[in-house]
């Protein structure tokens, strides 16, 4: 048995039982609904991608990894960490009917960890493709995305042949943002993919496999693309485009929709779902437009693409990464109300396409510190209007949905991990040379049940 697993247990329950029950009572109520959901799912196993199919009874516990790097960082492995965690032990629970995990049973929580995840709780990450490569200026390819043109793409979108790694940027963030031995694996990767995303997720399974022989517990967990991936496989009449539809259907549908997000209609500057540029620009910072209505009818949507800084990385706040674009156009309001992602690709906001994932509970990344509060709230109160019939009153009834709100779970920004030296989350796992120092920080989870 892995020390680091036992004490990883061990510590987590110390801090975290509450959120456990939490999620125990939450899915014994789910299963007395009796909520079934077809969904497909992929891995990385031995290298190559695998689509796995559930089409019985799950509750769903949804994590997140990024696009917009392809190294894996230590805010990432410690929420795949804690969705494995919050997984195992409400299974055992649940298999048990134990209601208070004690010491003495850390040691099967652990055999459990080994395995891969399984069980009527299901963690999944879901991976944001409509994101900038480099949104955060952490990825060593950054200098290419911006010499092929690509900065300002949707990583859907983002091809592999003209990229590289940048010497230059992994001499300067060494062993603060990355390691040498990930730049060389990262420059493996780039040569056996032309796809971006399967060469992002190519090399952070390469990296929990790893880390699931160092740690002992099974860090290979199943995962979904969206929206891009999902819209680009829906035909018209399904999820995703039904949302974008029915939010552009007329000014109130609209307005209803700012209400979620705590906007006014006055200036109708917020795009619900930001067109792309036929140049292939898709970065939502960059784009700015404004919605044009006749009475209730929406006319068209002004759109220009112009380049934007994007956001810092946790050791230099002076290098914002870039969006590097300049593009302007209109498209017809009925291109929205009777949306076909074949005809005008477009990438809706997130608290929209959330509503068509699968998750019946979601670990977030330090709200109130490192992530925002506003955009959880956005996300509470859309799924609130759903199941009270005031947004997408048909949503329920026409694809078998129960727009409850999610549990919502968080990691104490106060107990994130960070690289030892420069004390920074979004350090690579490959800056750590000492794994002690992450599992002393132990694993503090926390239920947000203020926001609901």
């Given at each position: 048995?892995?020390?680091?697993?036992?004490?990883?247990?061990?510590?987590?329950?110390?801090?975290?039982?509450?959120?456990?029950?939490?999620?125990?009572?939450?899915?014994?109520?789910?299963?007395?609904?009796?909520?079934?959901?077809?969904?497909?799912?992929?891995?990385?196993?031995?290298?190559?991608?695998?689509?796995?199919?559930?089409?019985?009874?799950?509750?769903?516990?949804?994590?997140?990894?990024?696009?917009?790097?392809?190294?894996?960082?230590?805010?990432?492995?410690?929420?795949?960490?804690?969705?494995?965690?919050?997984?195992?032990?409400?299974?055992?629970?649940?298999?048990?009917?134990?209601?208070?995990?004690?010491?003495?049973?850390?040691?099967?929580?652990?055999?459990?960890?080994?395995?891969?995840?399984?069980?009527?709780?299901?963690?999944?990450?879901?991976?944001?493709?409509?994101?900038?490569?480099?949104?955060?200026?952490?990825?060593?390819?950054?200098?290419?995305?911006i010499d092929s043109g690509q900065s300002a793409f949707p990583v859907a979108n983002i091809k592999t042949e003209q990229l590289k790694v940048d010497r230059a940027f992994v001499e300067a963030y060494d062993n603060s943002l990355i390691s040498k031995e990930e730049a060389d694996l990262i420059s493996e990767e780039l040569t056996r993919h032309?796809?971006?995303?399967?060469?992002?997720?190519?090399?952070?399974?390469?990296?929990?496999?790893?880390?699931?022989?160092?740690?002992?517990?099974?860090?290979?967990?199943?995962?979904?693309?969206?929206?891009?991936?999902?819209?680009?496989?829906?035909?018209?009449?399904?999820?995703?485009?039904?949302?974008?539809?029915?939010?552009?259907?007329?000014?109130?549908?609209?307005?209803?929709?700012?209400?979620?997000?705590?906007?006014?209609?006055?200036?109708?500057?917020?795009?619900?779902?930001?067109?792309?540029?036929?140049?292939?620009?898709?970065?939502?910072?960059?784009?700015?437009?404004?919605?044009?209505?006749?009475?209730?009818?929406?006319?068209?949507?002004?759109?220009?693409?112009?380049?934007?800084?994007?956001?810092?990385?946790?050791?230099?706040?002076?290098?914002?990464s870039i969006a590097q674009c300049s593009d302007e156009f209109t498209v017809a309001g009925e291109e929205f109300a009777d949306y076909d992602y074949a005809k005008l690709s477009a990438s809706p906001q997130f608290f929209l396409y959330a509503l068509a994932s699968p998750e019946d509970a979601a670990l977030w990344h330090g709200i109130g510190?490192?992530?925002?509060?506003?955009?959880?709230?956005?996300?509470?109160?859309?799924?609130?209007?759903?199941?009270?019939?005031?947004?997408?009153?048909?949503?329920?009834?026409?694809?078998?949905?129960?727009?409850?709100?999610?549990?919502?779970?968080?990691?104490?920004?106060?107990?994130?991990?960070?690289?030892?030296?420069?004390?920074?989350?979004?350090?690579?796992?490959?800056?750590?040379?000492?794994?002690?120092?992450?599992?002393?920080?132990?694993?503090?989870?926390?239920?947000?049940?203020?926001?609901?």
């Amino acid at each position: 048995m892995s020390d680091y697993c036992y004490r990883l247990v061990e510590a987590f329950l110390a801090k975290s039982m509450a959120v456990v029950n939490a999620l125990v009572e939450r899915v014994v109520c789910h299963r007395e609904e009796g909520n079934y959901r077809k969904v497909t799912f992929f891995q990385f196993v031995n290298e190559r991608k695998v689509c796995v199919t559930f089409d019985e009874g799950h509750f769903y516990l949804r994590g997140s990894v990024e696009y917009s790097n392809p190294q894996l960082t230590a805010e990432e492995i410690q929420g795949i960490i804690g969705i494995r965690l919050l997984q195992v032990c409400a299974n055992y629970c649940l298999e048990t009917g134990v209601r208070d995990i004690v010491k003495a049973d850390d040691v099967k929580i652990c055999e459990a960890l080994k395995e891969s995840p399984k069980g009527y709780v299901l963690p999944f990450l879901l991976n944001t493709d409509d994101v900038e490569a480099d949104r955060y200026s952490i990825n060593p390819l950054r200098q290419s995305l911006i010499d092929s043109g690509q900065s300002a793409f949707p990583v859907a979108n983002i091809k592999t042949e003209q990229l590289k790694v940048d010497r230059a940027f992994v001499e300067a963030y060494d062993n603060s943002l990355i390691s040498k031995e990930e730049a060389d694996l990262i420059s493996e990767e780039l040569t056996r993919h032309d796809n971006y995303m399967d060469f992002v997720d190519a090399v952070k399974f390469r990296q929990l496999e790893t880390l699931s022989d160092v740690l002992g517990m099974n860090l290979s967990l199943y995962a979904l693309r969206m929206p891009l991936s999902t819209l680009k496989a829906e035909g018209k009449g399904d999820l995703l485009h039904y949302i974008i539809s029915s939010v552009h259907k007329d000014r109130q549908s609209v307005e209803q929709a700012y209400n979620c997000m705590g906007r006014s209609i006055t200036k109708r500057t917020t795009l619900l779902a930001v067109p792309h540029s036929k140049n292939g620009y898709g970065s939502k910072r960059a784009a700015h437009g404004k919605l044009h209505f006749d009475n209730d009818k929406l006319v068209d949507v002004t759109v220009k693409y112009k380049t934007s800084g994007l956001y810092p990385n946790g050791v230099d706040q002076k290098n914002v990464s870039i969006a590097q674009c300049s593009d302007e156009f209109t498209v017809a309001g009925e291109e929205f109300a009777d949306y076909d992602y074949a005809k005008l690709s477009a990438s809706p906001q997130f608290f929209l396409y959330a509503l068509a994932s699968p998750e019946d509970a979601a670990l977030w990344h330090g709200i109130g510190v490192f992530a925002a509060s506003q955009l959880l709230q956005t996300y509470i109160l859309t799924h609130k209007n759903c199941n009270k019939g005031l947004l997408l009153p048909e949503i329920n009834e026409k694809f078998n949905l129960h727009c409850h709100v999610p549990l919502q779970f968080n990691l104490v920004p106060d107990g994130m991990w960070r690289n030892p030296i420069q004390q920074n989350i979004d350090a690579s796992i490959g800056t750590i040379k000492n794994f002690n120092e992450l599992i002393n920080r132990g694993m503090w989870i926390e239920h947000l049940s203020e926001y609901m």
